[in-house]
């Protein structure tokens, strides 16, 4: 996911949009780019890689200015290299872009016929093209950029300058985010609140089909046919969330070691502590007059909602049907008024997550969204909004956000329980003091497996491929451990439900492929030892995950033991999520990958 900051002041502007892009770096990028309006000339800077090498091409050749933009790319059209990177420059016309042209190629060759000469392989250079075009007819700059707007097609949050115009940006949002920020003689534009937080709090979110001109002195917003707009601004809470790493190594290590803490400001908004009962949810769905549930969402998220799948099903006798949001917008699945939908998005941004909510809007569905940006999209489109509280995650492998959206879906489907009938007064009781105990017991696990794990994760690593196994909601843990370990150690490792390995990955089992067996002593127990015994048998290298029980019901050997204590059902799926997080993080620092920003990942892929 791109990263793209603007500023428009009297104050020279290069340093302060570089230190912004560092506040962007947790999206993922592989080059950056800075541009700037000086004396009537517009120059930029752009370096392959880490800010640090845009920072020392600055030093060697500064740029002067008060109004600039710049981005930090990640690339979807054209290998990372100087060439491709933003802003482009087309006849006194810079562009920086977040997204995809989904038409470029047609426009591309449209401008290629009429003599353009392209210098990249990017989509966004054909936006300078036609804004150059447009301004070569005649068109003043408000009406080249909404001539050019009303050609391109597909996601994209643009930022524009014309080098004869020294005091004015422009830019449009039609999918990726796109923020405007309020100074007192200044204004700014940011891919996010994070990116403005040290300029300013007061915040104006552009929203899809939003064109607007900044100046110095404040911003017009206008539709794309021109047509003034109306965007309230809003105090934004980034600015609280400024984030270093603490006195740990990454992000990453951070935010698992956040997690107890984290956890518990998340229940505070769904648990009354004091009455063991789950707060009255945002009304908008009445999970007691619902005939089903639809959830969608990718990734970590979609594992978190497949575990919320068995509870719904489970506790408030909800059917649910769950599917990737990728193939769940396609599916045009049969869906009725009477269902309520759930998207889980940390970043609230994921397009095809938008994509599906957005179908199911058209069905006439109510929308919940469980998310941790309040501000985001997905949140703003929803009925209603189950907000995980987990402040900003900055690791690109998502960890505190997968175990506060458990936390989340396990208030909401014991508020379901009861709203339904299916759940007794006790029964609620129970298990809101089992969610109560949780942080402390999360405090305690990541105390207590934290040296096994870290010279676990030495053997780990000298693998190629890592079968995980679990059944019932240890089987999207076991998915999600899986994807946890490939996503930043880039070792091959698939998640499977225990009970189909005879039905094929048993062919894989050799001393070559440890299998990670994720079983507390709940009632598939029995069931999953025997899945145990079937890789023994096969020389298979098994790495068992359970309990205090597990531990002693179970005598086979083992390449490593991991002992978590007992816990109730209902917080073993984030209770055991610590261990597979700390064993992915281990190994990955082991092999020395870049464990915040794995290669090839963004942390929100706003485009499909
Ligand atoms: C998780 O570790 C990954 N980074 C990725 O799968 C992520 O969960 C997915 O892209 C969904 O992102 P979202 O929660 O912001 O929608």
Redo the contacts with the bound molecule.
């Keep these: 996911m791109c990263g793209i900051v603007g500023i428009v002041g009297t104050e020279p502007v290069a340093e302060r949009l570089v230190d912004a892009l560092r506040r962007l770096e947790y999206r993922g990028y592989d080059s950056a780019g800075v541009a700037t309006i000086h004396d009537g000339k517009m120059d930029r800077r752009r370096a392959e890689g880490k800010l640090f090498n845009l920072e020392k091409v600055l030093d060697g050749e500064p740029l002067p200015g008060t109004i600039g933009i710049a981005h930090t790319r990640w690339a979807t059209h054209g290998v990372p290299n100087v060439t491709n990177a933003h802003p482009h420059f087309v006849e006194g016309v810079a562009v920086v872009h977040n997204g995809i042209i989904e038409n470029f190629s047609e426009l591309k060759e449209e401008l290629i016929a009429e003599g353009a000469v392209f210098e990249s392989q990017t989509d966004t250079e054909v936006v300078a093209h036609l804004l150059a075009k447009y301004t070569r007819q005649g068109l003043d700059h408000k009406a080249a950029m909404l001539a050019m707007l009303n050609r391109v097609s597909g996601a994209y949050a643009l930022v524009v300058m014309f080098a004869d115009d020294a005091g004015t940006i422009m830019a449009a949002r039609s999918g990726p985010p796109l923020a405007v920020g309020h100074g007192k003689g200044e204004m700014f534009l940011g891919s996010d609140a994070i990116a403005l937080s040290p300029f300013t709090n007061e915040i104006t979110y552009l929203v899809d089909g939003d064109f607007a001109v900044l100046t110095a002195q404040g911003a017009r917003i206008m539709d794309f046919a021109g047509q003034p707009v109306t965007r309230t601004s809003q105090i934004s809470q980034a600015a609280t969330f400024l984030v270093d790493k603490g006195n740990h190594r990454h992000f990453m290590e951070k935010e698992i070691y956040e997690q107890p803490e984290i956890i518990s400001h998340a229940l505070s908004h769904y648990v009354d502590f004091a009455e063991n009962v789950v707060k009255q949810p945002d009304m908008a769905i009445d999970f007691g007059s619902v005939s089903g549930l639809a959830i969608s ?5 979609y594992l978190s909602g497949l575990v919320g799948k068995y509870w719904f099903e489970r506790y408030a006798r909800l059917p649910v049907e769950i599917d990737v949001a990728s193939e769940f917008r396609y599916r045009e699945i049969p869906l009725s008024k009477n269902q309520a939908a759930l998207f889980i ?3 609230g941004e ?1 397009a095809d ?1 938008l994509a599906s909510l957005r179908y199911c809007k058209d069905e006439g569905l109510k929308i919940g969204a469980i998310v941790n940006v309040r501000e985001s999209t997905i949140a703003r489109e929803s009925d209603a909004i189950f907000p995980i509280l987990a402040g900003p995650e900055i690791g ?3 960890t505190k ?1 997968f175990t506060c959206q458990l936390a989340v879906l396990a208030a909401l489907s014991i508020s379901a329980g009861r709203a339904r009938g299916t759940i007794s007064a006790d029964d609620e009781k129970a298990m809101i003091r089992h969610l109560i105990e949780m942080p402390r017991i999360m405090s305690q696990v990541l105390n207590e497996v934290q040296p096994q794990i870290e010279t676990l994760s030495r053997d780990l690593s000298r693998f190629k491929d890592v079968l995980y196994l679990g059944r019932g909601t240890s089987f999207p843990l076991a998915m999600e451990g899986a ?2 370990l490939k ?1 930043i150690s880039y070792i091959h490792a698939e998640g499977y439900a225990a009970g189909e390995l005879k039905h094929g990955p048993i062919a894989l089992i050799d001393e070559n492929m440890p299998v990670i067996v994720i079983a507390p002593h709940d009632r598939f127990f029995e069931k999953t030892v025997s899945n145990m015994q079937e890789v023994a048998a096969r020389g298979g290298k098994i790495i068992f995950i359970t309990d205090e029980r597990g531990a002693a019901a179970s005598k086979l050997e083992t390449m490593a033991t991991i002992v978590l204590p007992n816990v109730d059902e209902i917080i073993a799926p984030m209770i055991f999520a610590l261990p597979i997080q700390l064993l992915a993080y281990h190994t990955a620092v082991f092999m020395g990958t870049d464990v915040d920003q794995p290669r090839n ?1 963004a942390k ?2 706003t485009v499909e």
């Design positions: 969402a990718c990734g970590t998220a998005s940390q970043s994921t997550t690109v492998a998502s956000a994807l946890k996503e990942l929100s892929v």
